[in-house]
C-alpha cells in the first residue's frame, strides 16, 4: 500500500518535472536548445573517453623520470639525431628503417595470430618475401603498394588488449618514456620474439636494436618536440598522447 | 497549361520553404574537402618565398587563419576541451580563452604545417586525401583522411558538427587516432585542478605570446 503511494507520488513528480522542462524549452529559442542539446552530446562523448584513461598512482615518480628525459632528450638525443640526419639522407634512414621491419615480421606475424587473425598473419609472411625478393633485402617496400597486403601493425602488448587487459597504471621509464605495466609486459613479450635477439652472439641483438633506435630518433624525437609545441602541460599532454595512441592501436 | 505552370510554381515555392532542400548543403566531406584544398593552394602559391620577411609571414598566417576560421568551431573546440570547467570561467573569461585557445592551435599547427613543406616538395593533390565520411546524425560526423610523408601514411580524421542544419564546422581533429581536444583536455584538467581560471588564461597568454609563425619555440 505504502508502496503504491510512493509510486504515485514519484510519478506525479517525474510528470511535474517533465512539464516544467517542457515548458522551459517552449520559452526558448528552439535553436538555442538544439545546441544545448548537442553541446551536451558532445560533452558525454569526451567525459566517456576521459573515464577511460589510465590510473596514475606513481605520478610523483614518473614526474621526476619524466623531467630526467625531457633533459636527456633536449640536450643529448636530439642533438645526436640533428647530427645524424645531417650525415645520413633522409632515403637512406627510411630504407634502413623498413629493413628492421622486415626482418621483425615475426613478432608481428604471432601476435595478429595470438589475436585470432590468420589472414593478417598471412599477409605479414606475404609482405615480408615480397619486400625481401624485390626490395632488395627490404630496403624498400614493395608490398605496400599492393592493396590491402599490409594490415595494421600489433606487438605483444595489444594482444593482452584484445584478450581484454586493461593497461594498467602508467609507467615512465628512464630513456624509453612512456608505457603502461601492459606494455610494459607486451615488451617482455616483443624481446622474445625477436628474431635479432636468436642471431649468433650473445650482444649482436642489442647493438643492432641500438642502431635500429638512433636511425629512427629523428622521427621519435620529432614527434617528442611536437607534443612540446601543442602543449601547455607536457606530463599529461604525453600521458593522455600515449594512452589514447595505444588504445587505438588495439581497436584496429 | 498555365493551370500546370501555376502548381509549378506553388510546388518549387513548397520545396524552397522545406528547410535544407532548396539549396544543397554541403556534405562534410565536401567541406573538408574544400579547406585542404584552399590550404594546399595557399602553400604552392607562396611555395619558393622563402616566407623571410615578417610582414611575409603575418600576411601567410593570416590567409591561412582565414581559411581554417571558416571550418573550425572554434568556440565548441575551446568549450569541450575545458570540460565541466567551463562554467567556473565568466563571461568574459570564457571569450578570452577562446580567443587564445585559437591562436595556441593556430600558430603550432601552421608551424607544422611550414615544417613539412620543407620536408615534401610539392604539395600535390595526394599528399592529402580523403577516403570517406560517416554520417552520425543530422548534426554529427567523422570526415577521414591520410597524409602521405614519404612514405608514411598518417591518419588524421574530423569530427564535423553541424548547427540546426547550418554548414559543417570541425571540432575535432584526431591524428593516428589521437584527438587534440581530449588532449587538451586532460592538460587543463590537471592545471584547474589546482589553479584558478585566471591563473590558466595567464599561462595561455604567455604560451601565445611566446609563439611566432614560422619559429616554432625552441625550449
Known amino acids: ?31 538555442s536548445s538544439q545546441e544545448t542539446d548537442l553541446i551536451r552530446e558532445l560533452e558525454e562523448d569526451f567525459s566517456s573517453r576521459d573515464r577511460s584513461a589510465v590510473a596514475d598512482p606513481l605520478e610523483p615518480y614518473n614526474r621526476v623520470v619524466f623531467r630526467f628525459n625531457d633533459g636527456l632528450y633536449s640536450y643529448v638525443l636530439i642533438p645526436v639525431s640533428n ?28 601476435n595478429h595470430l595470438l589475436q585470432g587473425r590468420p589472414l593478417r598473419s598471412a599477409k605479414e609472411v606475404a609482405g615480408f618475401v615480397i619486400n625481401t625478393l624485390f626490395g632488395f633485402g627490404g630496403l624498400l617496400k614493395p608490398a ?64 643492432l636494436t641500438g642502431t635500429e633506435n638512433i636511425n629512427k630518433l629523428p622521427s621519435l624525437m620529432g614527434r617528442y618536440e611536437d607534443m612540446k609545441d601543442f602543449g601547455i602541460e607536457p606530463y599529461s599532454s604525453v600521458k593522455d598522447g600515449y594512452v589514447q595512441y595505444r588504445r587505438e592501436k588495439v581497436r584496429k | 497549361m498555365r493551370k500546370k505552370l501555376g502548381w509549378g510554381l506553388v510546388l518549387l515555392v513548397v520545396v524552397l520553404l522545406i528547410p535544407g532542400t532548396g539549396m544543397a548543403k554541403e556534405s562534410p566531406q565536401e567541406a573538408v574537402d574544400s579547406y585542404v584544398q584552399k590550404v594546399l593552394q595557399t602553400f604552392r602559391q607562396y611555395e619558393g618565398t622563402e616566407l623571410d620577411t615578417p610582414e611575409k609571414r603575418k600576411e601567410f598566417k593570416e590567409k591561412l587563419s582565414c581559411i581554417a576560421g571558416e571550418v573550425f568551431d572554434y568556440r565548441i573546440m575551446a568549450r569541450m ?16 580563452f577562446v580567443q587564445l585557445f585559437r591562436r595556441l592551435i593556430e600558430t603550432n599547427y601552421f608551424n607544422k ?30 570526415v577521414r583522411s591520410y597524409i602521405r610523408l614519404q612514405e608514411k601514411k598518417i591518419p588524421v580524421n574530423y569530427r564535423l558538427l553541424s548547427r540546426s ?32 581560471p585566471q591563473e590558466l588564461l595567464e599561462v595561455l597568454r604567455r604560451k601565445v605570446r611566446k609563439q611566432k609563425i614560422g619559429q616554432p619555440e625552441k625550449s
Open chain 1, 1 to 31: 500500500m505504502r508502496l503504491r503511494l510512493w509510486l504515485a507520488l514519484a510519478v506525479c513528480l517525474a510528470l511535474a518535472l517533465a512539464g516544467s522542462a517542457w515548458a522551459g524549452d517552449q520559452s526558448q529559442k528552439k535553436e
Open chain 1, 144 to 207: 605496400d603498394s599492393i592493396p590491402g597486403l599490409s594490415p595494421p601493425e600489433k606487438d605483444t602488448g595489444t594482444t593482452l588488449g584484445t584478450w581484454g587487459v586493461g593497461q594498467g597504471v602508467y609507467i615512465v621509464w628512464p630513456v624509453l618514456g612512456p608505457s603502461t605495466l601492459r606494455s610494459s609486459t607486451g615488451m617482455v613479450g616483443d624481446y622474445f620474439l625477436d628474431p635479432l635477439f636468436y642471431l649468433e652472439g650473445d650482444e649482436l641483438g642489442w647493438w
Open chain 2, 81 to 96: 576541451s575545458l570540460g565541466q570547467y567551463w562554467r567556473d570561467f565568466s563571461g568574459e573569461q570564457q571569450q578570452e
Open chain 2, 165 to 196: 542544419g547550418e554548414k559543417w564546422g570541425v571540432y575535432d581533429v584526431r591524428v593516428e587516432g589521437v584527438s587534440l581536444i581530449q588532449n587538451y583536455r586532460s592538460q587543463f584538467r590537471d592545471i584547474l585542478n589546482q589553479k584558478s
Open chain 2, 113 to 142: 604545417l611550414l615544417e613539412n613543406m620543407k620536408e615534401v616538395k610539392a604539395y600535390s593533390r595526394d599528399t592529402i586525401v580523403l577516403t570517406d565520411q560517416i554520417v552520425f546524425s543530422s548534426s554529427k560526423a567523422e
Open chain 1, 83 to 110: 647530427g645524424y640526419k645531417a650525415v645520413m639522407p633522409s632515403p637512406f634512414r627510411q630504407g634502413m628503417e623498413n629493413a628492421f621491419h622486415n626482418v621483425r615480421f615475426p613478432g608481428r606475424m604471432v
